[in-house]
């Protein structure tokens, strides 16, 4: 089992920033790629970004990229999000997620563990 954990979410004004994190405990996180989500009201939960068990390739949703940066510190056990130029399409539940295949990265099914999810609100 692994726990997952995520802060830093909040309000922001547009063109704002926020820096989410992801804690994980039990098994070892280094064997686990990470990725993170959102869900806004009314929508299904979409890829956001997602990063290799070593940290060395990241993947990103078109709408995102160049916006988000994802990263990861294995011997914090954190994996983060980085999020520049916010906008209020941005607003939603974030959730971070574990997968041990590095393969499949935007579904959703592929994923074995879940964080309970920060909110993120972006006002205009």
């Known amino acids: 089992q692994v726990q997952l954990v995520e802060s830093g979410g909040g309000l922001v004004q547009a063109g704002g920033s926020l820096r989410l994190s992801c804690a994980a405990s039990?098994?070892?996180?280094?064997?686990?790629?990470m990725g993170w989500f959102r869900q806004a009201p009314g929508k299904e939960r979409e890829f956001v970004a997602a990063?290799?068990?070593?940290?060395?390739?990241?993947y990103y949703a078109d709408s995102v990229k160049g916006r988000f940066t994802i990263s990861r510190d294995n011997a914090k056990n954190t994996v983060y999000l980085q999020m520049n130029s916010l906008e209020p399409e941005d607003t939603a539940v974030y959730y971070c997620?574990?997968?041990?295949?590095?393969?499949?990265?935007?579904?959703?099914?592929?994923?074995?563990?879940w964080g309970q999810g920060t909110q993120v609100t972006v006002s205009s």
């Open positions: 990063i290799s068990r070593g940290g060395g390739r990241t």
């Open positions: 039990g098994r070892t996180f280094s064997a686990y790629a």
């Open positions: 997620a574990a997968r041990s295949e590095e393969r499949g990265w935007a579904g959703t099914s592929g994923y074995l563990y």
